[in-house]
């Protein structure tokens, strides 16, 4: 059974940093694709980040280039992303994904997993 879990999101000021933790347990995150997602009320769900195994190949989303960064541990079998300069349209509820159906590794139709997810809120 795969579990993922979240980890990490607060509130921040703009400007500000939180990193974020995706723990896996029945998936392998040295092997398989992984993603974030996110997703602010009234609003639908969008990718913002992945990593394609082997490759280490990364995707963004065009708004959050140069600021987040995703990477994964494969040691602690975990994922990250990173968030600087946080802006108030960051906030949203992050969830972490695992799996690719169609390899459009940003498409919320993708993942075969998610987590719980986790709140992230940046005040001006």
């Known amino acids: 059974q795969v579990q993922l879990a979240e980890s990490g999101g607060g509130s921040v000021q703009a400007g500000g940093s939180l990193r974020l933790s995706c723990a896996a347990s029945?998936?392998?995150?040295?092997?398989?694709?992984m993603a974030w997602f996110r997703q602010a009320p009234g609003k639908e769900r969008e990718g913002v980040a992945a990593i394609v195994p082997g490759s280490d190949y990364t995707y963004y989303a065009d708004s959050v280039k140069g600021r987040f960064t995703i990477s994964r541990d494969i040691a602690k079998n975990t994922l990250y992303l990173q968030m600087d300069n946080l802006k108030p349209e960051d906030t949203a509820m992050y969830y972490c994904?695992?799996?690719?159906?169609?390899?459009?590794?940003?498409?919320?139709?993708?993942?075969?997993?998610w987590g719980q997810g986790t709140q992230v809120t940046v005040s001006t």
């Open positions: 029945g998936y392998s995150a040295n092997n398989g694709d």
């Open positions: 994904a695992a799996g690719t159906r169609y390899g459009r590794r940003l498409s919320p139709l993708d993942p075969f997993y």
